[in-house]
């Protein structure tokens, strides 16, 4: 049996390893280097390097690697020996601060959105200090940052280090103002949630759909889907729970914090949940999650799904990021307290939140936009494509009190009570959970419910930092020439909360009629779509604030509305054309076959003399030749429309006419292929069924 204790961060050189292995000014320094975000001098670097390659070795590492995240949705890494020859062509084994700090890489080779082409190839590798390295096989990683050899970020991990920083930086600025000079550093703090579906691997295999995108383009509804609500924190399944344990274990061991695993609500679905982390490394994790759940599926004979929507007619997966600002004192800024009306800190950075959120909505919409999660968004708890806060009735009666400046009435704490002696009476929460909502407060947290399940955290976190922290400079401007604090602050309270209430809301976020009011009443911004979402990016009100906020250029963010749209062409075109495919070489001839089965079956009928039950055949031969007809005529225009998306060059033009014209003419295909399922017989089916997926892991 496991001992978490024992085996918890065995791989991962972390505070306890250094603390055991560094000169103790050397591990001074280092915790003092993070907490205060100020780089290690060279002799402490080399005493690092020295000690991380020792511990490297004992746990029988052979390689290195700059562990990064560049723009392809994965992580990119490139090993290399510890070995080094003597002069007398010994081995040695080394491993300098020079390599510790900084590698090189081919930046040309990864999408960078024009800022490299293949003559200027050279980019480097950075060591993120305040993200523990690990061990991952025989290779030590180093988690860094990925940047061009002119200097620009080509990652996800530096415009996240930069955003932490402004917020680090501006949150200080509001903390001074309440006269707190303990606080050395504040840290955005962040839990994931993963979802995933898990199916057989042999059923997988079948279905080109699936392993080409990673959904399935055609399957029709099976009997049983998610309609009892019997698979949602119900008992888990014997292999599932097998692979639970094998990648707690294995996650346990990198010090990745997994908490919480249950299934989730659709058959087939499950999720696993982490602890919170600091922002960037929170990001470190969730990658490695994503990555340790594939590869340990595979050796359960199962595939991990992570894409946001591989099954039609069933809850898709998301990734709920929980998201919180922290001292290095231990104190949650986004916590209300007892009495959270006279708690004017936590009034102040909640009001941020609510101005920095309504001011760049479109941010926070375009860091979950992806051609896979337009497909999730606005059903299933999924939350719709208009961002709106829910802070629960009795955060919204304090606010509703500061704008009118009345007194609060204030609401009892209640404690639930139910009826039964042998059940604990326990206090009830201050807020309800909304489960339609993109970003509602969680009684010390925001919980952003938007993120899709396959993609990275970090940018949702950056666009959250960002805002937040240009907002808290802004009030930060104002208070620090206010003639008298107490009276500029109850104002520019009051006054925020005023003048960015509309972006508050606690009803349904899927009724319809709320939807068109927030659009037309309250002028929110509704972009269901990626190729919509994104140029969003470049409005002058977004851009200007992230230049200002210094996390990312004018040409680092139009890069990666370019890299972001070019993957939205791409995927569609992969699916439509797998699409294609799947009914030249499976669909159609599968159909044929069965008329053909079909007509000799009512052919032996009539000769032997029982014509009447050979009407059953005809039917069904017209219904599926019926359906046949309208599959070639679907499969044509798609055909025709991909032709013509591929000759459109602009990425943002090709996105429009993909999502107008393509993403609708697949659905016209998929509709009669589903029917011509069921009405085929199952063995002529030429790949499992929504059924054999959801129900095949026992």
Known sequence: ??????????????????????????????????????????????????????????????????????????????????????????????????????????????????????????????????????????????????????????????????????????????????????????????GAEQEYFLIDKKQFEKRRDLIYTGRTLFGARPPKGQEMDDHYSGAIKKRVEAFMEDINERLWRLGVPAKTEHNEVAPGQHELACIYSAANVATDQNQLVMEIMKKTAEDHDLVCLLHEKPFAGVNGSGKHNNWSISTDTGVNLLAPGETPYENAQFLLFLAAVIQAVDNHQDLLRLSAATAGNDHRLGVSEAPPAVISIFLGDELTGILEAIEKDEPYGGFSKKTMRLGADALPHFPVDSTDRNRTSPFAFTGNKFEFRMVGSSDSIGCANIMLNSAVADTLAQFADELEKAPEFETALHELIRRTIHDHKRILFNGNGYDESWIREAVEVWGLSNHPSTPEALPRAMDENNISMLMRQKVYTREEMQSRVDILLENYDKTVMIEGRTMIEMVRKEIEPAIDHYLFTLADTAEKKLRAGIEISADHEKRIIRKLSALLDRIDEASDALEEYLKKAGEISDVEACGLYLKDHVVPAMQDLRDPCDEAELLTERSVWPFPTYGDLFFGVR
């Open 1 to 190: 049996m496991t001992n978490i204790a024992e085996i918890y961060g065995e791989l991962k050189f972390d505070e306890r390893e250094m603390k055991k292995r560094l000169p103790e000014a050397v591990y001074t320094e280092v915790q003092e280097s993070v907490r205060e975000g100020r780089r290690l001098s060279q002799e402490m670097t080399r005493a690092v390097a020295k000690a991380m390659k020792e511990w490297a070795l004992e746990k029988g590492a052979t390689h290195y690697t700059h562990w990064f995240q560049p723009m392809t949705g994965v992580t990119a890494e490139k090993h290399d020996s510890f070995i080094e020859v003597d002069r007398d062509g010994g081995p040695l084994l080394e491993f300098s601060e020079k390599a510790l700090i900084s590698g090189e890489s081919d930046a040309s080779s990864f999408p960078s959105g024009g800022l490299r082409t293949t003559f200027e190839a050279r980019g480097y590798t950075v060591w993120d200090e305040s993200s523990f390295a690990f061990i991952k096989g025989h290779t030590l990683c180093i988690p860094t940052a990925f940047c061009s050899y002119n200097g620009h970020a080509l990652d996800k991990k530096t415009p996240l280090l930069r955003s932490m920083r402004s917020l680090n930086r501006e949150s200080l600025r509001i903390l001074r103002l309440f006269g707190n000079t303990a606080v050395k550093r504040v840290t955005p703090s962040v």
